[in-house]
């Protein structure tokens, strides 16, 4: 059974980081699955920031977060951390990570059949 929960979350100044992690759990060393990140503002729908694949290289940003996020994987503990610097208020909402099998990167929430709970995220000063 796959399982991914969140953490990291919290309430952080205009400006400053967080560090949000993914672990993961019942995928097999020999898959080859692709975990990506979500959030979903106040009031919006569900948006995809950004994915990683088998490789470190094999990354992918939206333009919304490309330059300030960075998505890395800890191959040893299963956990996939989304480094978060220069937050802005309107990065607050529910942050989700998600897995899916196959190689394919893509932020297209749908492709993804594996959903964590979520953690949030308040930039606020």
């Known amino acids: 059974q796959v399982q991914l929960v969140e953490s990291g979350g919290g309430l952080v100044q205009p400006g400053g980081s967080l560090r949000l992690s993914c672990a993961t759990s019942?995928?097999?060393?020999?898959?080859?699955?692709?975990i990506g990140w979500f959030r979903q503002a106040p009031g919006k729908e569900r948006e995809g920031l950004s994915c990683i694949g088998e490789s470190p290289d094999s990354v992918f940003y939206e333009d919304a977060v490309k330059g300030r996020f960075t998505i890395s994987r800890d191959y040893a503990k299963n956990i996939i951390y989304l480094q978060m610097n220069s937050l802005k208020s309107e990065d607050t909402g529910i942050y989700y990570c998600?897995?899916?099998?196959?190689?394919?990167?893509?932020?297209?929430?749908?492709?993804?059949?594996?959903w964590g709970q979520g953690t949030q995220v308040t930039v606020s000063s």
């Open positions: 998600a897995a899916r099998l196959g190689r394919g990167l893509t932020t297209l929430g749908f492709q993804y059949p594996y």
């Open positions: 019942g995928l097999t060393a020999e898959e080859n699955y692709v």
